[in-house]
C-alpha cells in the first residue's frame, strides 16, 4: 500500500523559508510523477508544482514561480518542496500527491505565514 506523509510546515514570518518534505512509502516510487498542491481556508485545492518521474521535468503555478523549488530523491523515496520569500498568501495546508497506475494524497502539513 502506498503512503505519502508530508513534514516540515510550521508558522514563519514573512520572508521566511520553510522546506516541505514528503515521504514516500511503498513500491515503485521512480514511476510516480509527484506534485504539491495547497488549499488556503475558504478556498479550493490548488496546484502549486509538480516534477516528473526523472526530475528532469518541473512545473510551477505563477504565484510561486522564482520562489519555490520541487526536487525529489528516488533513492530515498522522497519529493521536497523548497519556499522561499514566504509572504501570508502562501498560507495554506500542503498536500503532497503522487500519480502513476493511481493517484494517491498526503495528509497535508500547515504553513502559515505570519506579516
Known amino acids: 500500500q502506498v503512503q505519502l506523509v508530508e513534514s516540515g510546515g510550521g508558522l514563519v514570518q514573512t520572508g521566511a523559508s520553510l522546506r516541505l518534505t514528503c515521504a514516500f512509502s511503498?513500491?515503485?516510487?521512480?514511476?510516480?510523477?509527484m506534485a504539491w498542491f495547497r488549499q488556503a481556508p475558504g478556498k479550493e485545492r490548488e496546484f502549486v508544482a509538480s516534477i516528473s518521474v526523472s526530475g528532469a521535468n518541473t512545473f510551477y503555478a505563477d504565484s510561486v514561480k522564482g520562489r519555490f523549488t520541487i526536487s525529489r530523491d528516488n533513492n530515498n523515496a522522497a519529493a521536497y518542496l523548497q519556499m522561499n520569500s514566504l509572504s501570508p498568501e502562501d498560507t495554506a495546508v500542503y498536500y503532497c500527491?503522487?500519480?502513476?497506475?493511481?493517484?494517491?494524497w498526503g495528509q497535508g502539513t500547515q504553513v502559515t505565514v505570519s506579516s
Open positions: 511503498g513500491r515503485s516510487f521512480s514511476s510516480y510523477a
Open positions: 500527491y503522487g500519480a502513476f497506475s493511481f493517484d494517491v
